[in-house]
């Protein structure tokens, strides 16, 4: 084994990697809110997962996700989002060994420009599938390049079960192998018969440890819950809520999202002279044909994308690791203090998290006033927005002046807020039968502007039509608690 692979990264690597760490560590300890309302629903269906082994298999929470997550939900939210920020501390190791792998120089620098990126400190520790996803796909390249092949194939196997996309991930793993060096297709293409036969069972083998997460998937859920997972890969039909767009949208959500200055020198760092050609080198190249795969599914309208900038932080360490070479050539070119200035801008850009401070907002929400942002030069840490405060505020106000009624919401937050109180029976909110012509007298109904009216067509007149009484109103009439009569 060589010392490239055997050494160690060095002091200077770790206190980059803590440094980065401790900002999302700061960040997950004094957030108040959450990025998504998904983050909620992920945690509550792993929390559940002890109480009823089938959610283990929840097709919309991601089974590869749950089983990375559910045994800390069960301690709770923050012990979730600790382990989960773990795995981002591991995929900076694991990115950190690469690049020594390689041969790069500098790797004390790349923990600061992954964990600087803006977007890693809002997405690093919340439970939801980015950091899974990036940490499985990191460590599926770090094995196939050190040619532990049954590993590899188990974790490009497993991208599929964290985010659906990650299916294309594990083709071009396949396409790799078969057309690799010693592969059956490549021995197939210059004519050798013989050779290409010998080589087709290994082939086989590793093909075979590529779908084992996939068939223990599948054949899980469907004797747990009935449903066959693979299905969801051929439901492409355009989405009607989440809309199409532009071709280029998650080209501006690199820079703006990512952040210019790391962008800046992933940009130098793909200018730069690569050198000579290795096959091993075309897995990182997964990492562009990921982000072209989200551009086209949005472009098209498919598996109801949305075109999130979420979607693309697990390229995270690549867009790192390119950005290091940037780093590199300005120091050949300008001397050593280029390499102080650019990373206090990465950092201070980090810190800041510009587009978190424009885009955490509630004012698009009909009803409320404007709010007038001021940027920090510290992004503070996340508060709930007005309309996350009613939602608390009405969940609160049913749990001290309701007691033994059944009641109905359709934001996750209720569910989250009325974890623990035994005195309310919380409904279902995807259930047929709770529609406000179903429900019974004396049920209770946290309606909100929002998921009431545009995933459940619950309108105020719907409810007036069918003998709702408004008890309270929270955040500018934007949340209402509502009793049948």
Known sequence: MSNQLKGSLGWGFWVSWLLAIAWSLYRCLTNEAWILDDELTHYLISKDVWSDPKELWHPWSRPGRNLLQFVPAYF?????????????????????????????????????????QWWFPELSYPVLTQTPFMVSWIAAIYFSMRERWVIASLLWGYLPLVRHEGIVLSGLWGLWVIFGPGGFARHLLKGKWRDSLEAFPKALWYGFWTFVPLIVMNIASGLMRGEWPYQLLFESKPTEYYGSGSLWLYLKHLIINCGFPVVILMVIGLWKKWRQFEWKMLLWWTYPAYFLLHSVIYWKGLFASGGYYHFIMPMAPAIGLVALRGLLFLREKYGQRVIGWSLVIVVLGGLMMPHQQYVVSDSHIDGMPEVHKTYQLIAPPMKLSRYGTGIKEATFYVREHFENLPVLAHHIGVTYWLEGCQSLQKLEAWGEGNTPEALGSGTVFIWDVHNSVDFHGVSEQRLANNHWRLLESFAFDSVK?????
């Open 481 to 485: 608690v509502y009793q049948k009569q």
């Open 76 to 116: 709770g939210l923050t012990a979730a989002r600790l382990w989960t920020l773990f795995l981002a501390g591991f995929a900076l190791w694991l990115a950190g060994r690469e690049a020594k792998r390689i041969g790069m120089q500098g790797v004390a620098f790349l923990p600061l420009l992954i964990g600087f």
